[in-house]
Nanobody, 127 residues
């Protein structure tokens, strides 16, 4: 019953924008911290952004996307968004969302207890 589904990935020109969606089924996303991750070919998965649950509320971004990406929630749609502006070729990756029953900072590291993961959505930034 519990499922996360990412959508919104596409091919986009450098400098363009995309909005990724992470929609939950079977649970309420607002009760969890939600992280966005990405993995490019030949590279390990990287944490991109995280938004805290209604309890914690804080947002976090990896340095390389600060000022360009914005994470947000739409409670009514049970969805977390990642608005990506001024995209660069190095942003090319499969993007995943995941939930954690705790603070975003508890999700740092490869062994962090992320509970559920989506299937990923491909973002390609190329001219």
């Amino acid at each position: 019953q519990v499922q996360l589904v990412e959508s919104g990935g596409d091919l986009v020109q450098p400098g363009g924008s995309l909005r990724l969606s992470c929609t939950g089924s079977g649970f309420t996303l607002d009760d969890y911290s939600i992280g966005w991750f990405r993995q490019a070919p030949g590279k390990e998965r990287e944490g991109v952004s995280c938004i805290g649950s209604s309890i914690f509320g804080s947002t976090y971004y990896v340095d390389s996307v600060k000022g360009r990406f914005t994470i947000s929630r739409d409670k009514a749609k049970n969805t977390v968004y990642l608005q990506m502006n001024n995209l660069r070729p190095e942003d090319t990756a499969v993007y995943y969302c995941a939930s954690i029953d705790g603070h975003c900072l508890e999700g740092v590291g490869p062994s962090a207890p992320w509970d559920y993961w989506g299937q990923g959505t491909q973002v390609t930034v190329s001219s």
